[in-house]
């Protein structure tokens, strides 16, 4: 099946710092990328839908200068976590969308972000 | 109301129970409904996807119910390598994981030996 990688795996960063995740689809290109965040023992939340070439579109509560998406390239979406705070900490998932068959949504293997 | 709803368990069972998890749906207008895996610190992974008329995959069988806007997964004849937790997941879009996926906070289960 295609393949979404996210990068770094895991990050430690003091409070106040940005944060860049990337996420990028390996073997497909993908008009459309979807940033989650999860909690412990929670589900995974939509943050954003990030499209290529154009701005991403935030879900209701979500601070889009805090968390900045960039679509730049059709394999390639980043998220900034800008001026993280500890409640910031996080397990942060991106998904692709396949723009052939099957269409599908494939998820990267996740962040996790930890700010001290 | 969240969009979907699932007993949190934690299920525990020993190999070879069969069990079954529930999950329920606010929204009328989905269309597409799911059932992921997801192993601790991992990404979900697609289990099967759910059909009107119910489906089977092996040991797994779903069921969904649209005027009750319920859904079912029945896992018989447990495995260790079961234990994870199962989210339930719906979208509005037809046939595929297209578009924006509403998931449940999962189901916990743990297979013992």
Redesign the interface.
Known sequence: GAVVSQHPSWVICKSGTSVKIECRSLDFQATTM?WYRQFP??????MA?SNEGSKATYEQGVEKDKFLINHASLTLSTLTVTSAHPEDSS?Y?CSA?DEGP????Y????T?LTVT | RKE?EQD?GPFNVPEGATVAFNCTYSNSASQSFFWYRQDC??????LMSVYSSGNEDGRFTAQLNRASQYISLLIRDSKLSDSATY?CVVTADRG??????Y????TQLTVWP
């Open positions: 979807f023992k929670q589900s995974l939340m939509l839908t397990f998932i969308r099957p269409y599908e949504q998820f990267g293997p996740g996790r | 979907v949190p610190r991992k990404e979900p992974k697609l989210l595929s994981t297209l578009g924006r996926l998931f449940g906070r999962g």
